[in-house]
């Protein structure tokens, strides 16, 4: 990964952690492409007799990680690092688990499970990349992480109460 820093800023934190901070930054973006083209799959696939709630929900989803790669890639380049952030870029560089949608294309279950396996994932790194920037006292690109794993948990919260009541009603 590419961690450069490419352009000229008088932000008055260090090169190395600038550069530590860029390189996480870029994880997080790849990472949450991944997670968008994930939830827009479901989004697009899953069936069922709560579709239209869950199809709502997962568009809320997708707007709301599509908005957190928007600033983690700006504060990327404001700490003067090159934005890894093309489709192809962030399946080299994402870290989670390689996996084929669900056996059952169109079983909500199965799109609900993956979606909750896939967010505690990507909460799991995100929260290490948080790690990195509060030992860097870079507290702006902690803040912004920590903003982003806080939706993460709240969308796996309301994933896994969703499989609850799913599994209610079997």
């Known amino acids: ?19 530590k901070s860029i390189n996480v930054l870029n994880q997080t973006v790849a990472e949450l492409f991944d997670l968008f083209a994930r939830i827009k799959q479901a989004h697009w696939n899953v069936r069922g007799t709560t579709f239209i709630g869950l199809h709502k929900l997962l568009d ?11 600033v983690a890639a700006e504060r990327a380049t404001a700490l003067g ?3 890894e952030g093309t489709l192809r870029e962030s399946v080299k560089l994402s870290q989670l688990k390689k996996r084929e949608e669900p056996a059952s294309k ?6 609900i499970e993956e979606l909750a396996n896939v967010h505690a994932a990507t909460g799991a790194h995100v929260r290490n990349s948080v790690k990195t920037a509060t030992e860097g006292d870079d507290f ?6 920590t903003d982003v794993l806080r939706d993460l948990d709240k969308q796996l919260w309301l994933l896994e109460a969703h499989i609850n009541l799913q599994q209610s009603s079997n």
């Open 1 to 19: 990964m590419k961690n450069h820093l490419v352009n000229k800023t008088r932000n008055t934190l260090p090169p190395a952690v600038r550069k």
């Open 60 to 70: 809320e989803f997708a707007a709301t990680t599509m908005n957190h790669i928007d």
């Open 81 to 83: 690092g090159l934005v």
């Open 106 to 111: 169109s079983g909500m279950r199965d799109w």
């Open 140 to 145: 702006g690109t902690a803040d912004l992480l």
